[in-house]
């Protein structure tokens, strides 16, 4: 009986690659909740405006057209969820900046004026990350409280860019 060749590198199957997908939480669900309302359901580099859309019961955070668009991607805690790394953009725009970076980074810099090294700053801070995780139950409750405080904002009329406040 003739044995068989030892699998090379070559003739070994691919494994299945493992997702990237970083996993959204109710941190994240609440905080996007937060970045789109501050905006008035407007994408800020268009101006194309979306109906809201929360069905805070399935954790759907809103139209799926209009996306929480992170410059410091959320992979970094420390600004995972910081207003200063968030803007609302629609799905064309999302895309735009993430296949154009320097555009991006012009478009964040002009918005930002000098509060551009703060966030690049808090970026780079672990301590900021690592108290996140931490605390991100809290978090989540802090981003679900501050949409409560922005929709009755607008209840009473309030139109218009509503800016909240952050975790940390």
Not at 30 to 48: A, L, M, N, P, Y
Not at 136 to 146: D, G, I, L, V
């Amino acid at each position: 009986m003739k044995s068989m060749p030892k699998p090379t590198k070559a003739t070994r199957p691919k494994k299945a690659k493992k997702s990237q997908k970083i996993k959204t939480l109710d941190l994240d669900l609440w905080f996007s909740i937060c970045v789109r309302e501050r905006s008035d359901w407007t994408c800020q580099h268009c101006g194309k405006r979306y109906p809201p859309t929360i069905s805070e019961w399935t954790g759907n955070p809103g139209n799926p057209a209009l996306h929480c668009s992170h410059f410091v991607g959320r992979a970094n805690y420390s600004v995972r969820v910081d207003p200063l790394n968030a803007e609302a953009h629609c799905y064309g725009c999302h895309s735009f900046f993430e296949q154009n970076p320097h555009e991006h980074t012009e478009w964040i810099k002009g918005r930002l004026g000098s509060l551009y090294g703060v966030l690049i700053e808090k970026a780079n801070n672990t301590m900021i990350g690592k108290q996140v995780r931490h605390e991100k139950q809290e978090a989540a409750e802090h981003y679900r409280k501050q949409y409560e405080i922005m929709k009755e904002q607008r209840e009473r009329g309030k139109v218009g860019r509503i800016d909240f406040i952050g975790y940390i």
